[in-house]
């Protein structure tokens, strides 16, 4: 990332509830535009300074600008974060590349995977707009929480320590912190796979089965998903920080946590499309543990809470066959071992 000499221009793409949060921390510091599809959307942030659907009626900062246009949004942007769903996000990169500017950094906001193709957001970034610094942010993040003004904290990864610490700046304010990382492998796979366990943990909820259950599938959850997400090469540490196990326990523990409500529905006996019909934005944790299964046996490691998940959302398995499954597996040396 090379020096800016004035306040860089941020371009948010994408308006939903994660993407505003970000955009509202981000106008505090910097010029800011979000682009959205709707010219609904736009017209409420630039004439009201609100985001009704996602954010409801608390303010966001006058500053922050919006548009429907993806070339007025990218035109002179020297960052650009995007905070759209995996399911689209390679094509609306694709309609914004011809108007980034060479050697803009790229940060995702995004916890999932592609289907299909099994990429991580960065990775398709990579593919899509090389020469373009690609990280991303994450952390134990509930954006209402976040437009509200409480206190939190996030881990920005990029490839480079420099570019790092540089950009982590354009996010901080005096009620969140921004740690610097260089392990984007690892902090993009902690978001997407603590959407994978937040079901698991949600399915527990919803079964009735009490605080020491859900205690124990929380705790190994953060096991497996530590073992899975290094072997697929990130840092072991980043598994115990804010992107892995932070995002966890708040993904896992918050009623505004949306994969948790999806575990929720399946634990009180839904279909899985009645489900998602009861979430009003997207679950990305039903997308991704397709990808995260498949993820787990081409690298060798037995990831039994995903196998459970998987069959439960995309098998027609019932909350009650998952927890049989995961029961019936033997416990063996609890740190050094393995499995459930």
């Given at each position: ?16 509830s ?27 942030i630039?004439?009201r ?15 922050l600008?919006?548009?429907s ?6 035109a002179?942007a ?14 609306v990169l694709?309609?914004?590349?011809a ?17 299909g ?11 899509m707009?090389?020469?373009?610094p690609?990280?991303v942010l ?5 954006a209402?929480e ?10 920005l990864?990029?490839?480079?320590p420099?570019?790092a610490?540089?950009?982590?700046a354009l996010f ?17 796979l902690c ?26 599938v ?8 530590a073992?899975?997400?290094s072997?697929l ?23 505004r ?6 575990g929720e ?10 489900a ?11 997308g991704?543990?397709?990808v995260?299964?498949?993820l ?5 490691v ?8 998987d ?22 040396h609890?740190?050094r071992?393995?499995?459930w």
């Amino acid at each position: 990332m090379t020096s800016i000499n004035r306040q860089p221009v941020v371009a948010v793409l994408g308006a939903g509830s994660w993407a505003t949060a970000v955009a509202s921390i981000v106008a505090r510091n910097s010029p800011t535009v979000m682009w959205a599809r709707s010219a609904e959307v736009t017209a409420e942030i630039n004439e009201r300074s609100r985001n009704g659907r996602y954010t409801g009626e608390w303010p966001l900062p006058p500053a922050l600008r919006a548009t429907s246009c993806v070339e007025e949004a990218l035109a002179a942007a020297d960052v650009v974060v995007a905070g759209i769903p995996s399911k689209v996000f390679r094509d609306v990169l694709g309609d914004a590349a011809a108007f980034v500017r060479p050697g803009v950094p790229i940060i995702s906001l995004v916890k999932g995977l592609e289907r299909g193709t099994d990429r991580r957001m960065t990775q398709i970034v990579s593919e899509m707009l090389p020469g373009h610094p690609a990280g991303v942010l994450a952390g134990p993040n509930i954006a209402q929480e976040i437009v509200e003004g409480y206190a939190a904290a996030a881990t920005l990864a990029m490839p480079e320590p420099d570019c790092a610490d540089q950009l982590a700046a354009l996010f901080r304010t005096s009620r969140y912190r921004v740690y610097s990382s260089t392990d984007v492998v690892g902090v993009e796979l902690c978001g997407a796979l603590k959407n994978v366990y937040a079901i698991a943990a949600g399915m527990a909820d919803g079964a009735g089965a009490g605080y020491n259950t859900k205690a124990m599938v929380i705790t190994r959850s953060l096991r497996e998903m530590a073992s899975l997400g290094s072997a697929l090469g990130g840092e072991l540490a980043t598994f115990s920080g804010l992107a892995g196990n932070g995002d966890l326990i708040v993904t896992c523990t918050s009623p505004r946590s949306r994969n948790r409500r999806l575990g929720e529905a399946l634990g009180r006996g839904m279909t899985i499309e009645d489900a998602l019909a009861t979430l009003t934005q997207v679950a990305e944790g039903a997308g991704a543990v397709g990808v995260v299964k498949r993820l787990a046996e081409r690298v060798g490691v037995d990831a039994p809470l995903v196998r459970e998940v998987d069959a439960v959302v995309n098998h027609g398995a019932t909350v009650a066959d998952a927890y049989r499954g995961l029961l019936r597996e033997i416990p063996g040396h609890e740190t050094r071992g393995s499995g459930w």
